[in-house]
């Protein structure tokens, strides 16, 4: 059963004190230490940092690093998220060029690219996006794209055309959790509105893949999340992710509960019956944790079922 956080033990911090089972180790490997100083060079921020993700020892000891372009303040607040919020600065014309750099360097087959909500911007920060592919295209032709977009609200069609049109290999934008939180959880969005967003991208451009996650733990009910997996394969989603909610603070959202990782494999089990061409669902999975590998096993998977379309 899962652990309602009412029940468990406080850390000194004042957050519920984790299960062993997302419990990580502080990372300290030489390639981390090598991984942080590289993007404090080129001036680059990571949701890595920013979001206080758990994997950041195990990614930056591979060199792998998700990139958060437009810099590092969010003009939403959500309750789930610890990027700070705010009137953010201006747009770096430098910054395409420097993820471009950081990927030349870590020697990244496939990156991840993020960015922060923009709702100052005229496009959403859409452009930036464009340049930002545009420039790995130039110097890194081998590596693979893959982009988590925010929802580019009251400006998405023109915004997911411009990107869509960029040609990255992967687009991401995740729900998060299930309709009935959006209001609490999620409130500068709208659900059905990402939704359309997945769907516009599959209808401009067939051949990227689509993914999309969600966080569980904060108070959503298996038939809720099961009514999203269908919606997201309404929408023509490939990929699916689903991890575990860890409040940052105090003043965040509360988790409701530590989902145990046999309920997770029940998670992937039921979003695998409904047509995924790929699912990953654990404690510790993130939208961008082994991303270059999950990228690869999809264009395995696809490639597979090719023939199949074709009565072969």
């Excluded at 004042?14 to 089972?21: I, N, Q, S, V």
């Excluded at 437009?70 to 998220?81: I, S, V």
């Excluded at 939208?287 to 490639?303: K, L, P």
Aim: proline letters at 8%; glycine letters at 6%.
């Amino acid at each position: 059963m899962s652990e309602p956080v009412l029940d468990l033990p406080l850390t000194p911090s004042g957050l519920p004190r984790k299960p062993d089972w997302i419990r990580v180790k502080a990372p300290t490997s030489k390639a981390y230490n090598e991984t942080r100083a590289l993007m404090r060079s080129l001036k680059l921020n990571t949701v890595c940092e920013e979001a206080a993700c758990p994997n950041i020892g195990e990614c930056w000891s591979q060199k792998h690093a998700t990139v958060m372009i437009l810099g590092d303040t969010c003009t939403r607040a959500c309750a789930f998220c610890n990027v700070k919020t705010g009137m953010p600065n201006k747009v770096d014309a430098t910054e395409p060029g420097h993820v471009a750099e950081a990927a030349a360097k870590l020697g990244l087959e496939h990156i991840v690219i993020t960015s922060v909500d923009r709702d100052d911007l005229p496009d959403g920060g859409a452009s930036q996006f464009v340049k930002v592919i545009q420039e790995l295209r130039r110097q890194t032709p081998s590596t693979t794209i893959e982009i988590l977009t925010p929802d580019f609200r009251n400006k998405m069609d023109r915004a997911v055309e411009m990107i869509v049109e960029a040609g990255p290999d992967v687009y991401n934008h995740n729900l998060e959790t299930v309709p009935r939180l959006y209001p609490t959880i999620r409130p500068g969005a709208r659900y059905y509105h990402s939704l359309r967003l997945l769907d516009k991208v599959k209808q401009l451009s067939p051949t990227i893949f689509t993914k999309s996650g969600l966080m569980v733990g904060l108070g959503e009910t298996p038939l809720e999340l099961h009514q999203v997996f269908d919606d997201m394969r309404s929408a023509g989603v490939d990929f699916l992710t689903v991890g575990q909610y860890l409040q940052p603070t105090p003043r965040h959202a509360k988790v409701m509960e530590f989902v145990p990782p046999v309920t997770f494999q029940t998670y992937a089990a039921v979003a695998r019956s409904k047509g995924f061409l790929l699912v990953a669902a654990s404690p510790l999975t993130r939208s961008s944790y082994h991303a270059g590998r999950d990228f690869a096993e999809m264009q395995a998977r696809r490639r597979a079922a090719v023939p199949k379309s074709f009565g072969a």
